[in-house]
């Protein structure tokens, strides 16, 4: 199975500032099957970027997605006070069919 | 509005079967746009998929999970359920139903709340 692995665990930020968080997969993701969510305590996950780059509906365009392969980016790039939230990338491979989850990104207030 | 919404028992004793359902509403659980899908979060595993059903009764599971897994649709309520027998702590978690699409679509895109389960004697 792929493992996804994200880092850092935990970043620390001002409001304003630019937030780039990093998904990698132990072997290499078709873009399409890559998304990221983003998850606030006590709610659901909710769905941010899919195949890797494309906004969900309602996503500001500060949130935007990267990557190919093994190594995929989400950035923010003006934190606001409603982004502090764990993120989590996930992937789909088909052999077998199967949905898997990185361990997720905490971004907190600095 | 796509609202999602699980039920189920919140405490379960080792060794018996958790039984889920989740109801749909704002949007037809018929729709050959969409499978529905079961995922579940602990602290010490993180977000795991579980299983995913298809409004025909069509399904495809988690390996990990497969041999203890029975999931089921029924569209004239509106619903599907999962059922997963012989539970130990480690199925301990928040479960939660969610869609994704059907076609060229590998994302979970409307989940609902969540329900806290707990297996303990």
């Known amino acids: 199975d792929i493992v996804l692995t994200q880092s850092p665990g935990t970043l620390s930020l001002s409001p304003g500032d630019r937030a780039t968080l990093s998904c990698r997969a132990s072997?290499?993701?078709?873009?399409?099957?890559l998304a990221w969510y983003q998850q606030k305590p006590g709610q659901a996950p909710r769905l941010l970027m899919y195949t890797a780059s494309s906004r969900a509906t309602g996503i500001p365009d500060r949130f935007s997605g990267s990557g190919s392969g093994t190594d995929f980016t989400l950035t923010i790039s003006r934190l606001e006070p409603e982004d502090y939230a764990v993120y989590f990338c996930?992937?789909?491979?088909?052999?077998?069919?199967?949905?898997?989850f990185g361990p997720g990104t905490k971004v907190d207030m600095k | 509005q796509l609202l999602l919404q699980e039920s189920g028992p919140g405490l379960v004793k080792p060794l018996e079967t958790l039984s889920l359902t989740c109801t749909v509403s704002g949007g037809s659980i018929r729709s050959d746009s969409f499978y529905w899908g079961w995922l579940r979060q602990s602290p010490g595993k993180g977000l795991e998929w579980i299983g995913s059903?298809?409004?025909?009764?069509?399904?495809y599971s988690n390996p990990s999970l497969k041999s203890r897994l029975i999931m089921s649709v029924d569209t004239s309520k509106s619903q599907f359920s999962l059922r997963l027998t012989s539970v130990t702590a480690a199925d301990t978690a928040v479960y939660y139903c969610?869609?994704?699409?059907?076609?060229?679509?590998?994302?979970?895109?409307?989940w609902g709340q969540g329900t806290q389960v707990l297996v303990s004697s």
């Open positions: 059903i298809y409004s025909s009764g069509a399904s």
């Open positions: 969610a869609r994704r699409g059907r076609v060229d679509s590998y994302n979970w895109d409307s």
């Open positions: 072997q290499s993701v078709r873009s399409s099957h």
């Open positions: 996930q992937q789909y491979s088909s052999s077998p069919a199967i949905f898997t």
